[in-house]
């Protein structure tokens, strides 16, 4: 069996947005890679999940330490959210975001960061400014409001309903095993048949997506990744027009480099939009 290098006719895309999606990059990863698929495919920072999502290993261990986005997964995949739940959810809040505005969202925030339903996330994520994932320090959710009352259209509700219904079909057809857990954790448990495909937060960047992510974290992620006993891909940002990512050369310098540039707009200020070269750092047998 062969699962990668893939050839992707299409990209689908997952209901969660956040930072750092690698809707663009997933094509780049899976023709750039060379797995066989006999173990797991093992991913400890899945975000939206876009890349498993669309690469389809028949066997995986998806994990962030973002309990929302796993709970999220988790409840799709047990069936206790799925196309009409969604559907039903999102016209019912939609219009009372209609009706009462701003004011209504900062409700459902509120509730949200009582409660942290599942369905109150995936209505924060599609209706907060810049579809960006931010927690404080108490892990609270704190993105304000799109401002946009009439955020949920019928059109916009259906193509989010038709995600989660994607997501699931893709749950249905593999073994994956959803899991909240730090990546230091999750990497312990690979194979010599597994895959780890790595995803960390940039270095100086999306600090606050859940846990901050330091300079000690992606030293520690270099060193513990370089000894896993299986095949492993890294993306990571290598320089925009204002700076370059020294890290990669001091830390990762033995892998195969394979590069993607892109147009990058989600980003809090002007430094952080514009065109930007993603890197992908292979282990060597594992390059295409
Ligand atoms: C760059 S995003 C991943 C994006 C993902 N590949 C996608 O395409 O949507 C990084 C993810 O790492 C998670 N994360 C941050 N610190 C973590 C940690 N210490 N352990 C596990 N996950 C972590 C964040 O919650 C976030 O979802």
């Known amino acids: 069996m062969v699962l990668l290098p893939a050839e992707l006719q299409r990209v689908g895309i997952p209901p969660i947005k956040c930072q750092g999606?690698?809707?663009?990059?997933?094509?780049?990863?899976?023709?750039?890679?060379?797995?066989?698929?006999?173990?797991?495919?093992i991913e400890p920072f899945l975000g939206s999940g876009v890349v498993a999502f669309n690469l389809l290993p028949p066997n995986a261990l998806l994990a962030d330490s973002n309990c929302h986005i796993i709970r999220f997964y988790q409840a799709?995949?047990?069936?206790?959210?799925?196309?009409?739940?969604?559907?039903?959810?999102?016209?019912?809040?939609?219009?009372?975001?209609?009706?009462?505005?701003?004011?209504?969202?900062?409700?459902?925030?509120?509730?949200?960061?009582?409660?942290?339903?599942?369905?109150?996330?995936?209505?924060?994520?599609?209706?907060?400014?810049?579809?960006?994932?931010?927690?404080?320090r108490r892990g609270k959710f704190n993105v304000p409001f799109c401002r946009?009352?009439?955020?949920?259209?019928?059109?916009?509700?259906?193509?989010?309903?038709?995600?989660?219904?994607?997501?699931?079909?893709?749950?249905?057809?593999?073994?994956?095993?959803?899991?909240?857990?730090?990546?230091?954790?999750?990497?312990?448990?690979?194979?010599?048949?597994?895959?780890?495909?790595?995803?960390p937060p940039y270095i100086g960047r999306h600090t606050d997506y859940y846990s901050a992510w330091t300079m000690a974290d992606a030293e520690q992620l270099a060193i513990v990744t370089q000894q896993l006993p299986c095949g492993f891909a890294v993306s990571m940002w290598l320089e925009n027009q204002h700076r370059k990512n020294d890290h990669i050369q001091q830390h990762w310098a033995e892998l195969e480099l394979r590069l993607f540039q892109h147009y990058y707009h989600v980003g809090a200020t002007e430094n952080w939009r514009g065109e930007m070269t993603e890197a992908l750092l292979i282990k060597p047998e594992f390059a295409i």
């Open 76 to 136: 799709i995949q047990q069936g206790t959210i799925d196309r009409l739940i969604v559907q039903t959810f999102l016209t019912q809040e939609g219009r009372k975001l209609q009706t009462i505005g701003a004011e209504y969202y900062y409700e459902v925030r509120d509730r949200f960061n009582q409660s942290a339903s599942s369905l109150d996330f995936l209505f924060l994520n599609r209706a907060c400014f810049n579809g960006i994932m931010r927690f404080n």
């Open 21 to 41: 999606i690698k809707s663009k990059l997933v094509a780049f990863i899976g023709e750039s890679v060379r797995w066989n698929g006999e173990g797991r495919w």
């Open 148 to 199: 946009k009352p009439l955020r949920f259209s019928q059109s916009y509700i259906t193509k989010i309903a038709n995600q989660v219904n994607w997501v699931a079909q893709q749950m249905s057809r593999t073994q994956w095993e959803f899991r909240v857990a730090p990546w230091s954790e999750i990497v312990q448990e690979a194979q010599s048949t597994d895959f780890v495909y790595l995803d």
